[in-house]
């Protein structure tokens, strides 16, 4: 675990074409969106990842792997992930900035880390919406 920490990337840094990246990152935020279909499913679960330097990016787990990670990924959680997928953040909705997403797949390791490295970089319920 020692050495996946120090070959960790900054999510700023996070190009489609590098393989085997290994990010460490703190759940910012995580829902699920239903389906369009069938509300009472949903298609998949969504996350904002934000890093120790405050650089956040979207990441996704399509509904048939979330099975797989629901038990092991908590909002406010800290991970190291391993082996994902990135792609291009496109559509109508982004979460973040970041021109691209992350999207977990089979052979994604989430390992969880220590909760205090990364600084607190949450967003603050917003009140007196208009």
């Not at 998949?44 to 979207?58: A, C, R, W």
């Not at 038990?71 to 970041?98: L, Q």
């Amino acid at each position: 675990m020692a050495e996946l920490v120090n070959e960790c990337v900054m999510l700023k840094d996070i190009e489609p074409n590098t393989l085997k990246l290994v990010i460490k990152a703190r759940v910012n935020r995580l829902w699920s969106v239903p389906s369009m279909k069938n509300p009472l499913e949903f298609n998949s679960v969504e996350m904002v990842l934000v890093d120790s330097q405050g650089f956040k990016i979207q990441a996704t787990i399509l509904r048939e792997l979330v099975n797989i990670f629901q038990s092991n990924i908590v909002e406010e959680g800290s991970y190291i992930f391993c082996d994902f997928d990135v792609a291009r953040n496109v559509g109508s909705y982004k979460p973040t900035r970041h021109a691209f997403k992350l999207l977990l797949k089979e052979g994604t390791m989430v390992k969880p880390t220590e909760p205090d490295f990364v600084v607190n970089y949450c967003v603050s319920p917003m009140t007196n919406w208009r």
